[in-house]
C-alpha cells in the first residue's frame, strides 16, 4: 500500500513563513506528477501548486512569488515553501501525487491526510 504523509503545518503570524513536508512511502515503483492543494472553510479544494517528475512547476496566480513548491525524487518527498503568509492563506493543505506501484501499468492517485496552515493578522 502507499501512504503520503504531510508534516509542517502550524500557526504564524501574517507575513510568516512555513515549508510544508509530503512523504510518499510504501510499495512504490515510481512518482509522476504531484501536487499541492488547500481547502479552506466553507471553500471547495482549489489547486496551489504542481510539480512534475522532471521538475516543471505550475502555480495558481495568488501565490507566485511566494510559494515555492519542489520534490526531492529519491527520497519520494514533495516540498511547499510559503513565504510572505496572508490571512487568506488560511486553509487545510493536501498534498497530491500520481504514484505508479509494482506490476501495474497505470499510475494511481493518491492524497495525504492534510495539514492545518493558519496565518494570524
Known amino acids: 500500500q502507499v501512504q503520503l504523509v504531510e508534516s509542517g503545518g502550524g500557526l504564524v503570524q501574517a507575513g510568516g513563513s512555513l515549508r510544508l513536508s509530503c512523504a510518499a512511502s510504501?510499495?512504490?515503483?515510481?512518482?509522476?506528477?504531484m501536487g499541492w492543494y488547500r481547502q479552506a472553510p466553507g471553500k471547495q479544494r482549489e489547486l496551489v501548486a504542481t510539480?512534475?517528475?522532471?521538475?516543471?512547476?505550475n502555480y495558481q496566480d495568488s501565490v507566485k512569488g511566494r510559494f515555492t513548491i519542489s520534490r526531492d525524487n529519491a527520497k519520494n518527498t514533495m516540498y511547499l515553501q510559503m513565504n510572505s503568509l496572508k490571512p487568506e492563506d488560511t486553509a487545510v493543505y493536501y498534498c497530491?501525487?500520481?504514484?505508479?506501484?509494482?506490476?501495474?501499468?497505470?499510475?494511481?492517485?493518491?492524497w495525504g491526510q492534510g495539514t492545518q496552515v493558519t496565518v494570524s493578522s
Open positions: 510504501g510499495s512504490i515503483a515510481g512518482i509522476n506528477g
Open positions: 510539480v512534475a517528475s522532471g521538475g516543471r512547476t
Open positions: 497530491n501525487a500520481q504514484i505508479y506501484q509494482n506490476g501495474r501499468m497505470f499510475p494511481s492517485t493518491y
